[in-house]
């Protein structure tokens, strides 16, 4: 006779023990920074599905991070949605066919790949046993998750085999973020999916908890610059302080990679131990790569700060943290193009 248990739900525990999902790729990032023009690359490599944009995963680091959720409980999930993605993947199933999205099987040059998938009746321990012969790679897109991707790591261990972080210059991040409304939209647009949270009766997104006071005193110009420094530097503190991590993150700076990709292109195959297929060289023609940036480019990220400077009437104290961000990534990552130097403008305030 099995011992009875006075209270089943007391001594239970929730797991996944078996797992589908070995080879998964995360890119990451601010909006803005990259990351729809990177996932269609990788996704073009070999063995590597389309690429997906989930947001259970953002979900369940966030509330794992910060509390809201046990971090076995969030694990178990984890596990399962991407177990759960990479079968109905395997099986034609929930794909993306509007031909307009990033995201699209279409956009992503996979069409044939999929629609033979649809139409085939195979299922079960049968694609359990493809899986297991083709070793597919699992691609994932998150938002604004790698300061906070602790969870991700620790659950995927091994099976995460790297986090692509693409970054841009904030001056572009912080334009990007206003013109993009998001102080406005996050809580208000039903469209929008991003968590949030009410804090003293006033909406702010899940991002903005560590600094809420001031995110809700400042403007929305004061508040996209908040956010990015914010996001810069908890994951810069999520990097230094996790070495272990280091060898499966990879980060690509936007503009570098635009105009001279081969460096980024070959470590990141590398990394992953595959190659291109026939889709990779007309992915790289349909996203533009390598382009030449124009000859403004830079003379005009200056010159929107400095106007939003005045429209917003931003504080010198937002104004230093802007420009500071500024020079920071220029130093680390643009100082093999001199014109780039665009922070040098209103460095005196």
Known sequence: MSPKISNPLSEAVLIRPLQLAEDIVVIDGFSGSGKSLLAPLISSLDRCEAWIANYNYDYLCMADHYGFMNRSVAATFLKTYADMDLYHLMIGRHINLRASDLSSIQANLQEEKYRLRLEDKTEGEAIVDKIKLEKPILVLMTHYLFGISELMFDTFHHRLKL???????????????????????????????????????????????????????????????????????????????????????????????????????????????????????????????????????????????????????????????????????????????????????????
Not at 216 to 245: C, G, W
Not at 295 to 306: A, E, H, N
Not at 310 to 334: C, G, H, P, T, W
């Open 163 to 349: 986090m692509v972080v693409p970054i841009r210059h904030p001056f572009w991040l912080v334009e990007n973020w206003t013109k993009g409304n998001w102080n406005k939209r996050l809580g208000n647009d039903p469209r929008e999916f991003q968590q949030v949270l009410l804090v003293k009766d006033k909406i702010i997104p899940w991002f903005a908890l560590e600094i809420a006071d001031d995110y809700l005193a400042a403007n929305p110009f004061e508040q996209a610059i908040l956010v990015t420094h914010h996001l810069l530097h908890q994951a810069k503190e999520f990097y230094t302080q996790r070495p272990s991590f280091q060898n499966k993150v990879m980060i690509i700076p936007f503009e570098r990679f635009v105009v001279t990709p081969n460096d980024d292109w070959t470590t990141v195959q590398k990394k992953l131990g595959i190659c291109e297929t026939s889709r990779t060289a007309t992915m790289f023609k349909n996203m533009n790569i390598p382009r030449i940036l124009p000859s403004t480019y830079w003379v005009q990220q200056r010159k929107i700060v400095d106007n939003r400077y005045q429209e917003y009437q931003v504080s010198d104290f937002y104004r230093k943290i802007l420009e500071q961000m500024a020079e920071d990534y220029e130093n680390n990552y643009l100082t093999s193009d001199p014109n780039a130097k665009i922070s040098r403008g209103s460095r005196e305030i």
